[in-house]
């Protein structure tokens, strides 16, 4: 299977201009994105989908490939998707393609193993994701955590900021309760990693369809695609990612880099 691993990276973001480019333990932000991805076992291929000269020129000094794309487009799946259409311009072919957000700095190449392996093994599955353990309540109730559940078949039901599922008859969802959650009540609930794979042909679909009210009002994107009808498998996988959003989650992203021996 070609897999393609597209990395979109913007630099105006709004809580966090140029966080591309920001030094994760010594390193721009998306070089360890980028590393990461290209450790990963299945993926053929790795290119930073960006629309800034600043961001393109430093993936383009640490070794990567940096594809120009459009500053109008919306989203990073819309970027993905231009970089796709970019490379298939020049004759190039992919039978999956990952997008991989490029704010995810602790990102393991064994969870994008993964997910390679999910589109590899079940050819009729239009999408793939990832989703691990919460270590702890305090993540767990946190909306920029989001939480999945799945079927018998690890294939989506829904995604949420909202802790979801909701255990009925308990007080565990009342404040003064969280602190004593049970490890093994803690494994009722999945944590979404910030990690997709696409068929080609559902990509170019998925970027054509307007957005769907549930993702407008969670603001996950992926609901477009269930709301569609779209099917999303899932792979499992022990490894927190943290995405960085403002400043203030630089120190956890180093953390877990230490913790894992990587700063």
Same mark, same amino acid.
């Given at each position: ?32 994105? &980028? ?10 291929? %790795?290119? $930073?989908? /960006? #629309? +800034?000269?600043?961001? !393109? ?76 353990? &919460? ?10 955590? %989001?939480? $999945?559940? /799945? #079927? +018998?078949?690890?294939? !989506? ?88 959003? %403002? ?17």
């Amino acid at each position: 299977m070609r897999t393609l691993a597209v990395l979109p990276s913007r630099f105006q973001a709004s809580r966090f201009p140029g966080k591309p480019l920001a030094l994760i333990a010594g390193k721009p932000m998306i070089q360890w994105v &980028f590393e990461a991805a290209s450790k990963a076992s299945g993926v053929m291929r %790795v290119v $930073v989908a /960006t #629309d +800034d000269d600043r961001i !393109a020129s430093a993936v383009r000094g640490f070794g990567g490939e940096a594809v120009m794309t459009d500053a109008a487009l919306p989203s990073g799946t819309d970027r993905t998707a231009a970089a796709l259409a970019a490379l298939e311009d020049s004759g190039e072919t992919f039978d999956c393609v990952l997008n991989i957000q490029g704010d995810e700095p602790a990102m393991h190449p064994d969870t994008v193993s993964s997910v390679v392996a999910l589109m590899r093994d079940n050819p009729d599955l239009s999408m793939g994701t990832a989703a691990c353990p &919460f270590a702890n309540t305090d993540e767990l109730f946190n909306p920029n955590a %989001v939480k $999945v559940v /799945t #079927d +018998d078949h690890h294939r !989506a039901l829904y995604f949420s900021r909202s802790p979801i599922p909701y255990i009925r008859h308990s007080s565990l969802f009342e404040p003064d309760f969280r602190p004593w959650m049970s490890h093994e009540q803690l494994g009722l609930f999945k944590r979404h990693l910030g990690l997709y794979a696409y068929r080609p042909s559902v990509l170019k679909a998925f970027t054509k369809l307007p957005p769907h009210l549930l993702e407008q009002t969670e603001m996950l994107e992926q609901l477009r695609a269930l709301a569609a009808g779209i099917p999303i498998g899932v792979a499992f996988t022990p490894f927190l990612s943290i995405g960085v959003d %403002v400043p203030g989650d630089v120190a956890a992203a180093e953390a877990l880099l230490r913790e894992r021996g990587l700063a």
